[in-house]
């Protein structure tokens, strides 16, 4: 793939988009006290076409319906991923609540421009044992999420994040970006964002790397070889043991694309984390990943027979760097996370070599 990370190797590199956290953390929150749990929005002033793929065996969902292709509503303001289980989509009335204000959303009277309708798609992580578990997001969480979108935002334990573990270690927020340097879709922008909850393992436990690495190599994220030593005790740990999981996230471009396309980049997001995470897509997980698409940058149409679409090489070459930046996603998530509820992290098991800028 002829393609170099973005300017902050983030989901925000697609122009347009924003991320916001709010979240609950105790300093002193631990397995079942205290708080942890938060939520993430990314808001699209405008909106964008939008679309889903939902793999995982225990989804917890809204508005993904409305995302189906063959559906009348082609476009969403903001995408909620959330921890709280399914009381956490509660969250998204706060959002919705935000873009009523800012008069983002489908407008329902030519004569009246606050009479808009928000769409706000969502997706949940299971982290209630993360902390106390009555203690979730909440329409509040989801509307001071929106108030703190901004262009730069942070990542790990952060937002959805703070309560998330990946399979034995912490998990977290992780985000990345590449710009596609040649062929039909040159210039286009491809990112993912990532909220890394899964029950599966997200590290080799033959060598302690991350199952994420092997695209693009250790080196790439400025990551040795851990010792014998390192990867017995991290292979000692014990398994997560809960019966939800679920890692959700949102895969974007500024390329044009329709609501078959954006749900084609979706789908092969999914391969990022079958190649990130082992195993994926299991009865356990919720696994999710929406897609967005600003259509700002302009694609090249390619002569091809009447069968196919003229966009289809710029959609394949988007969809191939949507499976990458899912999987360096997964990576950034569980290199950037903080230790939360005596939850180890990957950084804690294998100190990081020299990361990369």
């Known amino acids: 793939m002829n393609a170099t990370p973005g300017a902050r190797d983030a989901l925000t590199d697609v122009a347009g988009l924003l991320v916001g956290h709010h979240h609950l953390l105790d300093p002193d929150a631990r397995i079942g006290a205290g708080a942890a749990t938060g939520c993430t929005v990314v808001r699209v002033p405008g909106g964008a076409t939008a679309a889903v793929d939902v793999r995982g065996g225990g989804p917890g969902t809204r508005e993904t319906d409305l995302l189906d292709p063959s559906n009348t509503v082609r476009r969403a ?26 008069g983002e959303g489908i407008a329902m009277d030519p004569s009246d421009a606050g009479r808009v309708v928000p769409i706000v798609p969502g997706a949940v992580i299971f982290d209630l044992p993360v902390g106390a578990w009555d203690i979730r997001p909440d329409a509040d969480f989801g509307y001071l999420a929106s108030s703190a979108a901004a262009a730069d935002f942070a ?38 964002l990532i909220v890394a909850n899964p029950v599966g393992s997200v590290f080799d436990p033959r060598t302690g790397l991350p ?82 698409a600003t259509g700002t940058a302009p ?54 070599g020299p990361r990369r800028p």
């Open 77 to 102: 303001n903001s995408i909620l991923l959330t921890g709280g289980s399914a009381f956490g989509l509660a969250a998204a009335d706060g959002v919705m609540r935000w873009l009523e204000e800012h």
């Open 211 to 292: 199952w994420g690495a092997g695209t693009d190599g250790p080196e790439f994220f400025g990551l040795g070889t851990p010792t014998a030593e390192q990867v017995a005790r991290a292979v000692a740990l014990p398994v997560k043991g809960t019966v939800l999981n679920t890692t959700v996230g949102v895969v974007a471009t500024d390329a044009e694309l329709d609501t078959a396309g954006c749900r084609r980049m979706a789908t092969t997001g999914h391969d990022g984390l079958a190649r990130a995470i082992r195993p994926a897509h299991s009865p356990l997980d919720g696994d999710t990943l929406f897609a967005l």
């Open 299 to 352: 694609t090249e149409d390619q002569p091809l027979p009447p069968a196919f679409p003229p966009d289809l090489l710029a959609l394949d070459a988007i969809c191939t760097a949507a499976a990458v930046c899912v999987e360096r996603a997964v990576v950034d998530a569980i290199l950037s996370a903080t230790t939360v509820a005596d939850i180890p992290t990957y950084t804690d098991l294998f100190p990081p």
């Open 155 to 192: 990542r790990g334990s952060v937002g959805a994040g703070v309560g998330a573990r990946a399979g034995s270690i912490k998990g977290g927020v992780g985000s990345a970006s590449v710009v596609l340097g040649g062929g039909p879709a040159a210039g286009v922008t491809v990112a993912a």
